[in-house]
């Protein structure tokens, strides 16, 4: 199975509430990562986040990692209709090697 | 910004053919990587190179090759396309163990 996996597999909020995904891995890692990627587009890089780091913010965006459950999460504050994409989390146990889950697809809804 | 940016968006290919698929990075990256996109399945990496003339093969390389002739140019090369290599072709870059910097993929189609 995927190094990364992300929970839930499929997430529909209204705008203005909060999202929470998960993404679990299995090995020790250097980072993590998460991606953002509108449909049949490429993925844009949101935020990475270091073993030694325990949170991360930027703007609306919350990232914390727990090496010891091996898990991170991502929070959206106050989502918008424009946040509607799919959501991976990318390892890297330091080397050249990134493995991806297989997302969570968030629906916003206005 | 960094850019990275593949050759076609879109491309249409008849079984047996030879495909190129072209990537350019503009951000002087030692790495660059070919995945595959396919739906329940997430990102697959096809191959990687970490350097001019450097590859590595990736989780699932088997119909592929690659070349990287330029530090910025790295090209994903279907000797014989098949129908199941129908699927989304993402390009990346990156520096070691930084930010991977994705094109906007080559959505491909075998017939």
């Known amino acids: 199975s995927q190094q990364g996996e992300e929970d839930p597999q499929a997430l529909s909020i209204q705008e203005g509430e909060n999202a929470t995904m998960n993404c679990s891995y299995k090995?020790?890692?250097?980072?993590l990562q998460w991606y953002r990627q509108n449909s049949g587009r490429g993925l844009v890089h949101l935020i990475l986040?270091?073993?030694?780091?325990r949170e991360k913010h930027s703007g609306r965006l919350r990232v914390t990692l727990d090496t010891s459950k091996k898990s991170s999460s991502l929070l959206i504050t106050a989502s918008r209709a424009a946040d509607t994409a799919s959501y991976f989390c990318?390892?890297?146990?330091?080397?050249?090697?990134?493995?991806f889950g297989t997302g969570t697809r968030l629906k916003v809804l206005a | 910004d960094v850019k990275v940016t593949q050759s076609s968006r879109y491309l249409v290919k008849r079984t047996g053919e030879k495909v190129f698929l072209e990537c350019v990075q503009d951000?002087?990256?030692?790495?660059m990587f070919w995945y595959r996109q396919d739906p329940g399945l997430g990102l697959r990496l096809i191959y990687f190179?970490?350097?001019?003339?450097?590859?590595e093969k990736g989780d699932i390389p088997e119909g592929y090759s690659v070349s990287r002739e330029k530090k910025e140019r790295f090209s994903l090369i279907l000797e014989s396309a098949s129908t199941n290599q129908t699927s989304m072709y993402l390009c990346?870059?990156?520096?070691?163990?930084?930010?991977?910097?994705f094109g906007p993929g080559t959505r491909l189609t075998v017939l």
């Open positions: 990346a870059s990156s520096l070691l163990l930084g930010t991977q910097y």
């Open positions: 090995t020790s890692i250097n980072n």
């Open positions: 986040i270091r073993s030694n780091e």
């Open positions: 990318a390892t890297n146990s330091g080397t050249y090697k990134y493995i």
């Open positions: 951000m002087d990256h030692e790495n």
């Open positions: 190179s970490y350097d001019v003339k450097m590859k």
